[in-house]
Nanobody
Framework: QVHLVESGGGSVQSGGSLKVSCAVS????????MGWWRQVPGKEREWVAT???????RYLDSVKGRFTISHDNAENTLNLQMNNLAPDDSGMYYC??????????????????????WGKGTRVTVSA
């Protein structure tokens, strides 16, 4: 059974940094599409970044140059390093996994519906 568990959320002031991680268990295959989405109450879930097993990475325009997504194969962990955070970056951050690496390009700009597995999320709060 596949489980995704996010960690690392918290509260920071504008301009600060946080790193959120997603530990994957129960899935050990080398092919994947993984990503981060975020959501605030009353809004649709927003795509933030994705990475696949070929190392193809895509970012939401507003986070380019500030966020870095990475996958640690040895630890089977997905990371998102977030720098120069702004209040608009606040939200619940969810990681997701799909076993079809080719799905990644299709997910850009979407709410991630159809991804095979989701974590329960970790909250990020950025104060002005």
């Amino acid at each position: 059974q596949v489980h995704l568990v996010e960690s690392g959320g918290g509260s920071v002031q504008s301009g600060g940094s946080l790193k959120v991680s997603c530990a994957v268990s129960g899935y050990t295959y080398s092919w994947f599409c993984m990503g981060w989405w975020r959501q605030v109450p009353g809004k649709e879930r927003e795509w933030v970044a994705t990475i696949n097993d070929e190392g193809v990475i895509r970012y939401l325009d507003s986070v380019k140059g500030r966020f870095t997504i990475s996958h640690d194969n040895a630890e089977n962990t997905l990371n998102l390093q977030m720098n120069n955070l702004a209040p608009d970056d606040s939200g619940m951050y969810y990681c997701a996994l799909d076993v079809a690496s080719a799905k990644c390009p299709v997910l850009i700009g979407t709410g991630g519906h159809g991804m095979d597995y989701w974590g329960k999320g970790t909250r990020v709060t950025v104060s002005a």
